[in-house]
Each structure stands twice: as C-alpha cells, then as structure tokens.
C-alpha cells in the first residue's frame, strides 16, 4: 500500500503532460491557418473580443472577486492585491488595448527587402508569424487580454500561462477572448490557457518544443531562471530593470534634475525606472542636497555612498547590495563618481542592460556613453522612463526583452514574427 | 580506498570548469573592446590571419597529419578522412575566405532606422555585436578559420569547440588566428579554442550564460538535442536538410528535369540537397522513367513509393523511414502524388523546413506553395541547392538556421549582430 503514492503522482503527471502536449498539438494546427488571415478578420476579431469584455464584465468582475477572496484569505499585501483586481475601469482599459491593435499595421507579410541576383533570381525576406507562442506570466490579469491580441495580430497561436493568484479571472477572460475571436472566423485553439494551476504543466510545457516556437516569461528572477535552465524552446528574455542616471560634471543642473526626478518618481514600480542615480564628484555638493530635499518630500527613501552621507546626513548609508538591487518602490541609492569612467564601469558591472542615461552638455562624453554603455536603450538627456513600446512608437508591447538574441528592448508586433526568403525563379540550377 | 574514484572524478570536472569559465570571462573582457574596434583594424587582422595560414601551412599538415593517423588507426571511413584531411589547396582556401569576409561590409554601428518622435526625442536602432559567441562544431577544420573569420568581423568574441578527431589541427589552426589577429591590434583572447576533447566541457560551457551571449552548434541530431536540452544560452540551431522538389502537373517538364537533377546530383552531401522528389501523378508516366535513367547513370540509389515502382521496376522500394531520412548521399526517395495539396502536407509533415521547391507554370499554385510552405527558403523554378549566403549575395556564412527566432535561413554577419536603440534627447520626461 506504501507504494501507492509514487504510481498515483506518475499518473497525474501524465495526466498533464497529455493535456499539455494536446494544447500544444492545438495551437500548432490553429497556428497553420491563422498565418494566413488576412488583416481585416484579424482586427474584426479584436474588435469583437473588446466588445466580448465589455460586454461580460459583471461575469469578470465576479470571477475576479473569486481570486480577491482567497488573495485576502491568505493576507496578501494590499499592493499585491490591487494589482489583481479588475474594476470596470480595467477592463475598459483592456478592451481599449485591443482596440489600439486593430489600429496597429499588420506586420506578417510584409517584404523586408527584395533583390534581384545576377543568375535572374528574385529573391524576397517576408515577414511570417512565429507559430506558436507561449507565455508565462505572474499576477496581473490583463496580461492575458494584452498578450492573447498581440500575438493573434502578429498571426500566431498563443498557449497562457497565468499565475495561480489570478485563474479564476484568467479562465474567464480567456474563455471570453477565444470565443470572441471565433465568432470573427479565428481558427479554434488560437488562443488558450492553462487552466492547472500545477507548476508541473509549466515544466512539460517547456520541452514541447515540437510544437511550440517561443516562450516568453514575464515575472520575477526566480520565474525567469526556472524557464531559461528548463526550456527546450527559445526564450525572449524579460529580466529584472536595473536602470541608471549619470549625471556628469558638464550637465545642466536643471535638465538633470527634472530627468532624475522623472525617471525615479514618476513610476517607480517598472522596470525603466531608475535604481541608481550616479553623479560626478564636481556638481554633486551642488546638485544634490535640493534634489534629495524633492526626492523626500515626494515620499523617496534616499540610501547613498559616504560622500553622498557627508553632504546630506539624513540619507541612509547605502551596502553594496543596493548597487544590485532593483527596488521597484520609491527607494533610490545615490553614488558620487570620479567622473564618466567610473559610471561607465559601474553601470557595466551593476546594470540589468535595459534603460541607462546620460545627463551631459559634453559632445565627447555623451558619444561615448552611447558606443559603450551595452543597453537595450541608452539615453543622451533624457529619462530612462521612456523605454515603452508605445514611447518609441512602434505600438503596444509584450514586454521588454534584455536579451540580445531575436528582439531587445521593446518586443512589439514585429518582434513576434520570424522571416522567410522566398525566391522567384525561371529553372536556375546551381553550377 | 575505493571512495577515491569520485573525488578524484570531481577534481578533475572542476578543472575542466574552472578552465572553460576562465576562457569565456577572458572572452567577454575581450568583446568589450572588439565592439570598439575600426573596420580597417578588424580588415587588417582578417589579412594578417590569411597570411599567416598561408605562412605556417607546413606545421598546419604536420598536426593535420597526426588527426589523420589517428583517424586511420581507428578505422575512420575514407569519406570521414577526407573531411578532415588539409592539404594545400583547403589550406589556400581557408586564407581566400577570411581575405573574402575583409572585403563585406562590416554590419557594426549601421544605424538601421532612425526617426524622431512628437516629443522631439530622436530614436535611433544600431546594430551592435552579439558579444561572445560559442561554436560547437564537428569534424571539418577549415570551420575553424571561417566561423573566427566571420566572429571577429561582425566585432564578436569566440570560443571554439571543434571534434575531437580534428583536434590538432584545429588547436594549430586557433593559435595562428589568434597570433595573427593580435599583430594587428585584436584583443587577445579575441579568438580562444578549448583544448580538452572531454564532452565535459560542453556542458560547463552550456551554462555559462552570464558570459556567453549565444551558442552555434554545428554538425549532427545528436549534437544539436544535446544542446538545446542542456543550453541556458539562447542557441542558434543548424538543423537537418530534409528539402523536397515537388514537380507540379503543370511544370515545364524539362525545367522540372534540370532542377530535380541539380539538386540531387550536383552536390548530394549538403543540408540544401534534395532528399524526396514528389512528382505529380499526371505527368509522373511521361517524366520519371527518363529521369530515373539519368538518375541511376549518375550512380543514384533511387527508392520509389509503390506508384513509381510500378512505372520503372528497377527501382528500390521506400519505406516510411525513408520519407523521414536525410541521406546527404547519392541516394534519392521519390514519391507520386496526387497534386499541391498532397505534396504541401508530405513537406510540412517530413521536411526540415530549410528549403522546398516546386516546379510549376501555374500561378495561383506558385504563389499557394509560397505562402503555405513554413520553410526558410521557399523556391518557385529553381533548385534547391541557392539556400546559401553567397548565393543569396550576402557573404560568407556560419550556417543555415532552421529555427524561427533571431536567425532564418543563411547565418552570415548581420544574422552575428545584435541592435540597441540609441536617444538623443533635450531634457525629455515623460509625463
């Protein structure tokens, strides 16, 4: 009887393994269709899965008060909780966001560029949906309408991921979605969730390489490290943001500190939010006191180096693990530098690569931040807040990539595609 | 006593970690200034490693020798032992390479796009290095001198992991590269190759991805499922070459003739080469047996579905496994069927998605293969065999790319870039 445990655990996990490799199997069919969709069924369908949301939002409000309940039952924090929470004006926002896609060129099947080589062949780089794609994300559950639209205008399957915290509003808004988009003429199994909340499926999904093209994690290190050691298929990365500001002994006060302020005020809960504010040595006595007067009264908690301390006794003395540590909340650690060198190395050697500036009048100085700061975006004078899909201009996004391969910085519709060469020809042969 | 065996074994790994982390912390010291350096640095240092090659090729046969003798002793095949033999002339022909990769143009610091936004702010997307790039590869020591080559021109550090078969002169080959390159300003530690032939290495090196920005393996199934399983490095995968020709009832038939030759015959032993014909049964009477003749006259092993063999019995019968193998070899599987849409489904089941033909003077069912094929190169009229950077005008390669993020289809220098955006700003906050 002792034995039983094992052969009953084996059975469940196979239980969710074939549910898993099914959705999968899924998608990838749905996935073969939805490539070739024109653009006005697509944006139909986000319409339609607007309208779906708008429409059912008492059932989402409902559902979601399901997911509050027990967030409350286990004494989540309050910050925990409002981000769970949907209110009508959330899923107003939501419906709004798939709105602004349909509005969003379509990016499959547009011709990068096309030549002609000398034997006559034609030969033409198109843009093609990756497939499939899976997600994998915490909390927030407007992550899954957001997503769930990027990637049905992109013309890929999408397979969500959602956290347990948020599954009964997950499982409704999903449902909602899909049953939308078909009513639009999208193929069935474009758009799933996981409805297991058991960390098992995240594990089969990972190796289903066969059918899935791209996962895409959004959340903490730990969620991020668990997929990049587990996963088979290629991960779009969206680390952790540790942001800086250098202001250099040739700024202008004024323009630093605005910038400053900004990129550590503003938002301080996302990732292009600043972490470390780095300044040269000659304008520090100048520019910091009054700065850090603001940054207190705007409620910042403000750790600094011994010479940031000398100058401004009530700042916090700041360890060397604040220089790694991304707060995500009004916390700021300060550090006085030698000069533009000194910052360089400490971005290099402290910095997640996302969002990095410079505050500098210096033509020299200002051109070699941005050769050699090695960032998914680097700012001459100006905030680091501004590494955003919608800030660049290039539409909604799904997150912001700190990886190198595929897509970095902002990952919007067109870092959801893939290319193919395809190639005209009248019998060429190869000699 | 006995327990000696595995604390011995684990010092002996730990070396083997210590070594490899070593190398790729040297490497990635070394990117930092390799992204820096000029165009006509790098240039330079692709000539001097040309002329070194040349300088040094009797040392270069010397070690070669010792790779073959070994090869010999352990009863290689001649194929295997010509793969690996160097001689004058490939000695030559790795010199021509490298001086051919100095005269592309270098990818680094093109900015791709550059606009401004209503803010003013204005956003620029620059292509810069990957960083470190690992390549594991297997037996041909010329990949050696071409993959350093192209690394070093698209500004990357790399650590090479050739066979172990080819081990001498691969260690030969990267010490002269690596001397060569550093006479005219490269970094050292630009170019490093890991000496020990113990598989250990690999798997130390797979997890290295604080240091190494992607991994390139080269060479067969066995090797590629290793690395994806065990990578935590994104991977720039080479798959298999499973391409099919599919000769539609409405194609030129001598056309069809030419290309279904060509992209067997003129060069069976690479991944562009077909492996499957799949002809329409409607014209399938009139073409295949003259076809089959010129086949077989060309020493073709062919292997037909049973309709093929009924028209030309000489012909082997295929078995399911055939439609699943790539023999990279004279040997051709062919198949009747009864039009496009029976041939699109046998692509998208059993082809490798590298590179498809179809042979066709029908518009509409061109432009449906086009469209409907996934692959990385998709043909109308021409042979199989062009799926190749130099063929497809943009330089020499390191591979051809079956999977869908970052890469698809040729690997050459840009495919070895990375981009970040640069923002030149005049105070901008966001509000």
Redesign the interface.
């Known amino acids: 009887m002792i034995g039983l445990a094992t052969p009953l655990g084996d059975v469940l996990k196979m239980d969710i393994k074939t549910e898993i490799t099914q959705l999968a199997q899924q998608a990838k069919r749905a996935a073969?269709r939805l490539?070739?969709l024109s653009t006005s069924v697509k944006n139909s369908a986000l319409s339609y899965m607007a309208d779906g949301l708008e429409a059912q939002k008492e059932k989402i409000k409902q559902e979601n008060e399901k997911d509050l309940a027990y967030a409350r039952s286990k004494g989540l924090s309050s910050a925990m909780i409002d981000r769970l929470l949907l209110n009508d004006k959330r899923i107003q926002g939501m419906a709004k966001g798939l709105r602004e896609v349909a509005l969003l060129p379509d990016p499959v099947g547009e011709v990068i560029r096309m030549?002609r080589?000398p034997n006559g062949?034609e030969?033409g780089k198109v843009r093609?949906p990756?497939?499939v794609i899976g997600i994998i994300y915490e909390s927030r559950p407007n992550v899954t309408a957001d997503t769930a639209g990027l990637c049905l205008k992109s013309g890929n399957a999408v397979i969500l991921r959602g956290g347990s915290e948020a599954i009964h509003s997950n499982v409704c808004i999903a449902k909602i979605l899909a049953e939308s988009a078909q009513k639009a003429g999208i193929p069935e199994y474009a758009i799933q969730l996981i409805k297991t909340t058991d960390r098992q499926a995240i594990y089969e999904m990972l190796k289903l390489?066969k059918y899935i093209?791209?996962i895409i994690p959004r959340g903490g290190e730990e969620l991020i490290r668990t997929v990049?050691?587990n996963s088979?298929i290629?991960?779009?990365k969206h680390d952790k943001g540790l942001c800086h500001v250098y202001v250099d002994n040739e700024a202008?006060l004024k323009?630093a500190e605005?910038?400053a302020?900004?990129?550590k005020v503003?938002?301080p809960g996302v990732c292009n939010a600043m972490e470390t504010l780095l300044v040269h040595q000659e304008v520090a006595p100048k520019f910091l006191p009054p700065l850090i007067q603001r940054y207190r009264q705007a409620g910042v908690e403000v750790r600094g180096c011994e010479q940031t301390r000398a100058m401004v006794p009530e700042v916090k003395p700041a360890t060397e693990a604040d220089w790694d540590t991304e707060y995500l909340d009004l916390i700021l650690s300060i550090k006085i530098v030698t000069g533009l060198d000194e910052a360089l190395e400490h971005i290099?050697r402290h910095g997640s690569m996302l969002s990095e500036a410079i505050v500098t009048e210096n033509y020299t100085k200002a051109r070699r931040f941005?050769?050699?700061v090695?960032?998914?975006?680097?700012?001459?004078?100006?905030?680091t807040?501004?590494?955003d899909g919608n800030?660049?201009?290039l539409g909604a996004e799904i997150g912001i990539s700190t990886?190198?391969?595929?897509a970095?910085?902002p990952v919007g519709l067109e870092e959801l595609t893939?290319?193919?060469?395809?190639?005209?020809?009248?019998?060429?042969?190869?000699?």
């Open positions: 073969k490539a070739h030549w080589r062949l030969i093609v990756l497939g390489d093209d791209v990049t050691e088979t290629p991960v779009i202008n323009m605005e910038i302020y900004n990129a503003q938002r290099a941005l050769q050699e090695d960032a998914a975006s680097v700012y001459v004078n100006a905030s807040r501004f590494t800030e660049f201009g990886q190198k391969l595929h970095r910085g893939s290319t193919k060469y395809i190639i005209y020809g009248s019998g060429q042969v190869r000699e």
